[in-house]
């Protein structure tokens, strides 16, 4: 079945900036309601950022303005490009991928929801 690989991770100083992106492993027809989530040393996996049904985006409070969410449906990807970092944005971060039909082709596993197995974003005060 197909996985969510996500990429971008890594360590940067408060003030810095980071993208992270999210892929299907392989080729599929089904394409995605994409959105981002993180989860903190000690913390719950809290939601960060995601497409609407109607393609409109959304934000958590704590990173609006800062964080925005792309994807491209052709790449079946999405990326989530983050700004003015700070130490407690520190978190694993995971897509969240719900399938669907996009086209002709019947999605197999429409509805089904996919997660990445995370990147992980260390922000250094």
């Known amino acids: 079945q197909v996985q969510l690989v996500e990429s971008g991770g890594g360590s940067v100083q408060a003030g810095g900036s980071l993208t992270l992106s999210c892929a299907a492993s392989?080729?599929?027809?089904?394409?995605?309601?994409w959105s981002w989530y993180r989860q903190a040393p000690g913390k719950e996996r809290e939601f960060v950022s995601g497409?609407?049904?109607?393609?409109?985006?959304t934000y958590s409070e704590s990173v609006k303005g800062r964080f925005t969410i792309s994807q491209d449906n052709a790449e079946n990807t999405v990326s989530l490009q983050m700004s003015s970092l700070k130490p407690e944005d520190t978190a694993t971060y995971y897509c969240?991928?719900?399938?669907?039909?996009?086209?002709?082709?019947?999605?197999?596993?429409?509805?089904?929801?996919?997660w990445g197995k995370g990147t992980l974003v260390t922000i250094s005060s």
């Open positions: 497409f609407d049904r109607d393609g409109s985006t």
């Open positions: 969240k991928g719900v399938a669907k039909t996009w086209g002709q082709v019947i999605c197999g596993i429409d509805g089904v929801t996919l």
């Open positions: 392989r080729f599929t027809y089904c394409r995605f309601n």
